[in-house]
């Protein structure tokens, strides 16, 4: 109650202020009937009139001045407490107001404090070892009182010395919010020898303060420098420095007072002065009216184009694409992860549900080896179904750790939803497939790193028929672009200048590329065709045409001109004998386990295979990756050996060794099938195809 009392006597004051403040406004009636004049001196000194607010920090020294021996209801061996001292800090707000020329008036709220420590000696007979010796004791009181106090007060300008300095003069008023005290004998010399406690230190009390007084009451002076810090001097920092006396004692019957010097600082704001009114509009001349043109005889908008071979940048006539045959093989990963402690199967595997049968294993083509590894639970599904002789051995695994620690019925439940899928969505005979579950797998990824662990969490798939897991092979056509690069050469010419203006290539209904254009038109727009994708096979030619806008909004067009593509493909090439045809062939080998260069008995069957279709005149280039599992320098030793070993498998004397690591990530490396994938060796063949 008594700080809502505080706190509203504080509001009325700083609202109550422009009651005391010259009127400078200008009455609205005459500012319409004559010219306001805008002074902006004048508009400063008058906001030097306008309330201030701050707010405040600052420490206090604390002297206090007794005369009393013990505190109600707490006695003491002392004879007197006299002068004691104290510190801490004081923060609140300040409302200031200036009423005249030199004189201010304003009100304080502060939270503070009127610490102090009071000792007391003297020299007592006490029994020490059995002897009877006079030793000094030392009597002490520590006082800790909070308040919040409110503070009026007047301020004067010394305009004789500067126009910043000030004194001041005001009343304090304030309420205890807190006081708690401790007091104790404590035994200073002899240097031996405790009291009958068997401590240096005895009658120790803490408690509050007895019969406080509800209201202090004091007097304050102290001088103040106001330093203005920006352009509208509204906003000033402001050092201090206070002295307080308060009249009477924090406890009721006591002889007790304190005073304070403070030290400190204050952040002021007031409201802006009056900113300048806005400039009149300007007068318009009055300008004679121009007609528009309704047409521009002399708008007229032209375009041409050069092909140019990016090798040796010689012109040519026409765009030639070339098609090129090429194999690809891709790995089948014959481990289905799990989340940690799920044997629900992440979303992230691609199932067809009820859609079984309309499961085509060549519509994964133009994958990538892991985008078409998501398909495995339908790819080995369809092969089960068209191969009855075949049988699969699931192996559920964990990775021991936590919740799967020694967990085989997780294990075996992963292995369950996995032979639950094939069983109801491929119709394959339970008696097809069985089931085993252990701990960790017989290769276990060792990793401590993140993401070595899931590694561990998965269903091992086992046929005794090799097909069922081998990889996929894909045969399918590429383009190669063998002139990259069109240069255009508009021109528009306009009277009026031109405002902005489109280049477009279509083919056929197609739009194939744009270009806009603000303001005038470069001397030449280049096209790398390399980046466009616009070889479809029945829209072979391409169109071209500028349109222009000038700057009254008038539009052309240019002619449409036309770009010959000429394609080669693989049939025209075959029929007609094309030199210097090229075969490409990219193989990925099965996978290798955690940290592994090893070939097993099942690479041998995709080496013999890669072997066959080497001929003595191609190129090979035998490159090995890693995952991001462990160092970088052994990701990429390890990825050295497995590149070797399988050229030495190969068994060719010409080969290109590639040592990629994992500088360059395959796939995303997210889930453990990503790093799988990345554990791997890939051979590009590219073959001359003569006559």
């Not at 203006?501 to 303001?519: A, Y």
Request: hydrophobic share 35%; with cysteine; net charge negative.
């Amino acid at each position: 109650m008594k700080l809502y009392i505080y706190t509203l006597l504080i509001i009325v004051i700083c609202n109550a202020t422009p009651m005391f403040c010259r009127d400078f406004s200008v009455n609205k009636d005459s500012a319409d009937e004559e010219e306001v004049y805008y002074d902006e001196l004048e508009e400063l000194r008058k906001s030097e009139y306008f309330p201030r607010i701050a707010v405040f920090l600052n420490y206090g020294i604390n002297i206090q001045h007794a005369d009393f021996y013990e505190l109600p209801g707490f006695p003491t061996c002392c004879n007197s407490f006299g002068n004691g001292f104290g510190s801490g800090f004081n923060f609140g707000l300040l409302g200031q107001l200036r009423f005249d020329e030199h004189w201010f008036a304003g009100a304080k709220l502060t939270f503070g404090n009127l610490n102090g420590v009071f000792e007391s000696e003297q020299h007592k007979p006490i029994t020490i070892v059995g002897a009877l010796q006079d030793a000094l004791i030392c009597n002490t009181l520590d006082a800790s009182i909070n308040t919040f106090a409110i503070s009026p007060f007047v301020s004067y300008m010394l305009p004789q010395i500067t126009d910043n300095l000030y004194v001041t003069a005001g009343l304090d008023v304030a309420t205890i919010l807190s006081s708690n005290f401790a007091q104790y004998e404590e035994l200073v010399s002899p240097e031996i020898g405790t009291f009958e406690n068997g401590t240096r230190i005895r009658n120790y009390v803490s408690d509050k303060l007895p019969n406080t007084n509800p209201f202090l009451f004091g007097a304050n002076i102290g001088t103040y420098w106001e330093l203005p810090i920006n352009k509208l001097k509204n906003i000033r920092i402001s050092p201090e420095i206070n002295y307080h006396l308060w009249l009477n004692s924090p406890v009721k019957d006591l002889s007790w007072n304190t005073s304070q010097i403070t030290f400190g600082i204050s952040v002021k704001y007031n409201k802006e002065p009056v900113p300048p009114p806005p400039p009149d509009a300007p007068t318009l001349p009055n300008l004679p009216e121009l007609p528009l043109p309704v047409h521009n005889t002399n708008f007229v908008a032209t375009v041409t184009h050069k092909i140019l071979n990016d090798s040796n940048g010689i012109e040519e006539g026409d765009i030639t694409i070339e098609d090129f045959t090429q194999s690809t093989l891709k790995p089948l990963l014959n481990y289905v992860f799990f989340d940690n402690n799920s044997s629900k199967l992440p979303e992230r595997y691609h199932l067809s549900n009820d859609r079984a049968d309309t499961f085509d294993i060549s519509h994964l083509k133009s994958q990538n080896a892991l985008a078409t590894y998501y398909y495995c639970l339908d790819i080995i599904g369809s092969r089960m179904k068209a191969t009855p002789e075949a049988t699969l051995e699931l192996v559920g695994t964990n990775c021991d750790k936590g919740a799967e620690h020694n967990n085989t019925a997780l294990s075996k439940a992963r292995a369950e939803t996995i032979k639950k899928y094939l069983c109801d969505h491929w119709n394959i005979a339970s008696n097809r497939i069985s089931i085993k579950a252990r701990n960790l797998p017989k290769e276990p990824t060792k990793s401590v790193e993140d993401g070595g662990l899931d590694e561990n969490m998965r269903v091992e798939i086992y046929s005794n028929v090799s097909s069922i897991t081998e990889p996929i092979m894909s045969y399918d056509t590429f383009s190669i672009i063998k002139n990259k690069r069109i240069s255009f050469y508009p021109s528009v010419t306009s009277q009026y200048g031109i405002a902005n203006s489109k280049l477009t290539v279509t083919q056929g209904d197609s739009l194939i590329n744009e270009w806009n254009v603000n303001g005038a038109l470069p001397a030449t727009i280049d096209w790398n065709l390399a980046d466009s994708n616009f070889t479809h096979p029945s829209k072979r030619n391409f169109h071209y045409q500028l349109t222009a806008t000038d700057k009254i909004g008038q539009s052309v067009k240019s002619a449409q001109n036309t770009i010959i593509q000429k394609r080669i493909t693989i049939d025209a090439k075959r029929k007609r004998g094309y030199p210097n045809d090229t075969e490409f062939e990219y193989y990925s080998l099965i996978l290798f386990d955690f940290a592994s260069n090893k070939l097993y008995e099942r690479h041998n069957k995709v080496l013999n295979f890669i072997i066959s279709k080497i001929r003595p005149e191609a190129k090979v280039i035998v490159s090995g990756y890693a995952d991001v599992l462990g160092l970088p320098e052994a990701n990429k030793r390890i990825a050295a050996q497995r590149a070797t070993e399988t050229a030495k498998r190969l068994g060719i004397p010409d080969v290109e060794i590639r040592s990629i690591g994992n500088d360059e990530l395959l796939y995303d490396n997210t889930y453990p099938e990503g790093r799988f994938y990345c554990r791997t060796v890939t051979i590009y063949i590219e073959t001359p195809i003569s006559n």
